[in-house]
């Protein structure tokens, strides 16, 4: 049975989401970030990265997010996509992993979790999320789905992050964005999202963001010896 360590956030989100939309058996493995769990020599072991998520099959480890979606379609040959569309496919989990991803996290820590207000950071990486939701807003203009005419991991992927517009960007923010509001809502609205949501609850994961969280999160800001 596939062991899928987890935390409620974007990247380990979208794994939820296949899994529960396949119907994959698998064995939760709660992964506290916020109390640095990630760092442990068990969990280094699994991802080297110390990041969620990460999973076991078999004896085999997969981690990173785009990593595990591509590895679970090709392996039950769910979600994948035609394969006259793989190159599409690929490049729109390439834009999401190196991308949307990647700024939409450092615009929410430098708006939110930052110690202190940088301006010029604020400005840079809001300002790039934004662009990444420009691209998507016109690829999604007269399209129903991210690739192809059929839901695929490149949807999975997507909305991981959109779903969390509101930090990224602001409230209400994906209203400036009509075609993708569209397109999120649509597969927001599918039954396997609830189900998804629905499993952290009886989890009791941290969530205070105190000094414990900042080292947890963010060794690198801390002197090693303090």
């Known amino acids: 049975m596939l062991k899928f360590y987890f ?9 939820a989401l296949f899994l529960e939309e396949t119907g994959l058996p698998y064995e939760l493995v709660a992964v506290d970030t916020l109390k640095g769990e990630q760092h442990t020599p068990e969990y280094r072991a699994i991802n ?25 379609s090709e392996k039950t040959g769910k979600l994948a996509g035609q394969p006259e569309d793989r190159s599409e496919m690929l490049s729109w989990l390439m834009f999401v992993a190196s991308g949307l991803g990647p700024f939409s996290g450092q615009s929410v820590h430098f708006r939110h979790k930052a110690p202190e207000k940088i301006p010029y950071a604020i400005n ?6 934004e662009r990444h939701y420009e691209v998507l807003d016109t690829h999604l203009e007269g399209r129903e789905y991210m690739v192809g005419d059929s839901y695929t991991i490149a949807d999975i992927s997507t909305w991981g992050w959109i779903d969390k517009s509101t930090f990224v960007l602001g409230e209400d923010s994906l209203d400036n964005y009509p075609n993708l509001k569209r397109w999120f809502d649509s597969i927001d609205a599918r039954p396997a999202v609830q189900k998804a949501r629905d499993i952290p609850k009886g989890i009791d994961f941290k969530t205070d963001f105190d000094d414990v969280a900042a080292r947890a999160l963010y060794p690198q800001n801390f002197d090693k010896n303090s």
Not at 124 to 129: D, G, H, Q, S, T
């Open 7 to 15: 935390h409620q956030t974007p990247n380990p989100m979208k794994v």
């Open 124 to 129: 840079r990486y809001l300002r790039e999320a």
């Open 48 to 72: 080297p990265n110390g990041k969620t998520p990460a999973l076991e099959d078999d004896g085999k480890r997969v981690f990173d997010s785009t990593a595990i979606l591509m590895y679970l």
